[in-house]
C-alpha cells in the first residue's frame, strides 16, 4: 500500500497568513492526489483533486501543487472559517489511502 | 442535490455483526461506484471499501478484508455493508461515500455518518 505522511501534524497561524502543508507519498503516484478538509464535528469535503484542480465552489486562497511523491496545500490569506483538519489522499492506485491530517488553528 | 443517508450504526459485543445501510439520492446512482470510509473517535480517515457502478467489482481495506462485505441494489438506490466479527478496532463513524465518477478513488460526496460502537 502507497503511504501517504503529511507534515505538519498541527499548526497554529494568524488570520491572513499564508500556510503550507506537505503531503509525501510512499512512491511516485503521479497527480493522483486529493485533499479534505474536515471542520469540527462536520463530514470530510473535497477541496482539490487531481494534485491541483480546485473542486467546484473551493475558494481561490486554497491551491495545491506537486507530483511524484510530493505534494501542497497551500492556504494563502487564512480566514477563521478554515479551522480544519486537512487530509491529503493517493488514489493512484487501491486501497486508496490517507494522510494522517494536518489540524489548522488560528492565533 | 446529493443525498447520502447511513442507518444501521449502534452499540454491539465484540464477535457479532451488523449491517450498515446507505440510502442514495439525488444523482444516477447506477453511474457511480461507492465506498465506505471509517473514521475512529479523534481520529483520521481510513477507506473500507469499493463496490463499482454495476456491482461487479469489489474492494477492501486490508483490516476488514473477509470480515466485510460491501453490496449495493440499483432499483433501491442502496448501498450496504455487512460486518462480521466485529472487534473493538471496529468502532469508529462510518461514511457511505460517492467515488467521482465509476472508479475514480476519490470522493465528492459524503453522508452524515453512522456510528458503530464495539465494547461488551
Known amino acids: 500500500d502507497i503511504q501517504m505522511t503529511q507534515s505538519p501534524s498541527s499548526l497554529s497561524a494568524s488570520s491572513g497568513d499564508r500556510v503550507t502543508i506537505t503531503c509525501r507519498a510512499s512512491?511516485?503516484?503521479?497527480?493522483?492526489v486529493a485533499w479534505y478538509q474536515q471542520k469540527p464535528g462536520q463530514i470530510p469535503k473535497l477541496l482539490i483533486f487531481g494534485a491541483s484542480t480546485l473542486h467546484s465552489g473551493v475558494p481561490s486562497r486554497f491551491r495545491g501543487s506537486g507530483s511524484g511523491s510530493e505534494f501542497t496545500l497551500t492556504i494563502s490569506g487564512l480566514q477563521p472559517e478554515d479551522v480544519a483538519t486537512y487530509y491529503c489522499q493517493n488514489y493512484n492506485s487501491a486501497p486508496p489511502t490517507f494522510g494522517q491530517g494536518t489540524k489548522v488553528e488560528i492565533k | 442535490q446529493v443525498n447520502l443517508v447511513e442507518s444501521g450504526g449502534g452499540v454491539v459485543q465484540p464477535g457479532r455483526s451488523l449491517r450498515l445501510s446507505c440510502a442514495a439520492s439525488?444523482?444516477?446512482?447506477?453511474?457511480?461506484?461507492m465506498h465506505w470510509v471509517r473514521q475512529a473517535p479523534g481520529k483520521g480517515l481510513e477507506w473500507v471499501a469499493f463496490v463499482s457502478y454495476d456491482g461487479s467489482n469489489k474492494y477492501y481495506g486490508e483490516s476488514v478484508e473477509g470480515r466485510f462485505t460491501i453490496s449495493r441494489d440499483s432499483p433501491k438506490n442502496t448501498v450496504h455493508l455487512q460486518m462480521h466479527n466485529l472487534t473493538p478496532d471496529d468502532t469508529a463513524t462510518y461514511y457511505c461515500v460517492r467515488d467521482i465518477a465509476a472508479a475514480g478513488f476519490y470522493f465528492d460526496h459524503w453522508g452524515q455518518g453512522s456510528l458503530v460502537f464495539v465494547s461488551s
Open positions: 512512491q511516485g503516484i503521479g497527480n493522483s
Open positions: 439525488g444523482f444516477t446512482f447506477s453511474r457511480f461506484g
